[in-house]
């Protein structure tokens, strides 16, 4: 048996399913010409949308769009397969273009989830990770969750004796540390240094969600010598990369 419909309800149902993948963006008019509702009474329901963050009012032509509600709610149905649907057409991007192999790391709780693996077709070797628990002080990831998450902090590893020295490399330093993290809030990016492994670099760069809210890194692994050869171009387009994946998982201040 149907129930009752509620009016308010479905109106405001109605105007947020004028947008779809072919509509991503109405003007008023347009909007209440959609529903067959008139503009005063579209307006009043818009607005409550639009302070509920399910709109959200473009500033250069005051078009209205779905807004970052949407994508919080979606993280919630299945986190692991947005990111990997909204990430991976960059990855491909950056592995074709510097033969490399590009991860997307999800982070929960001090550990990465591998969610997503792009690997280009014309490498002959390829360096991974199987290790799914970073050391935060080492590993190019491990440092970008010390300087975003905040599950994590300098303080907790060194009260509780966390770091390990994997090489000659790895930051066991307090003050040396702290000066990586503010290096890479500044840069964007971090860099492992045969920090975890001898002759391994790795670069790695945030991903944020709703709220700005660090949710995991995308990484690449090389040996010292392709790294360095690469990484002048490489770095300025991963943290483009890691901006643009932001953004469309709702991410809209600076980070």
Partial sequence: MEG?????????IDIMNCFNEDVHELSLKEISEKVGLSKSTVHGIVSTLLKNSYLEQSEKNSNYSL????????????????????GH????????????????FIFKREHLKLID????????????????????NASASGKLALAYSKDVNIDVIFNKDLLYKYTNSTIIDRETLIEEIYKIRRDGYSLERSEVELGIYCISVPIFKV???FVGTASIMATREKMMHILPHLAPKMVAMSKKISFELGAREEF
């Fill in 89 to 104: 057409k960059y990855l491909v991007d950056i592995s074709e273009e510097f033969s490399v192999t590009v991860n997307l």
């Fill in 211 to 213: 709220n700005n809210e």
């Fill in 117 to 136: 693996r792009v690997q280009s077709d014309s490498m002959y070797y390829t360096i991974s990770t199987s290790v799914t628990k970073i050391p935060l």
């Fill in 4 to 12: 009752k419909t509620i009016q308010s309800i479905q109106r405001a």
């Fill in 67 to 86: 807004g970052p509600a949407f994508i919080e709610k979606s993280f919630i149905v299945n986190e692991d397969v947005l990111i990997k649907n909204v």
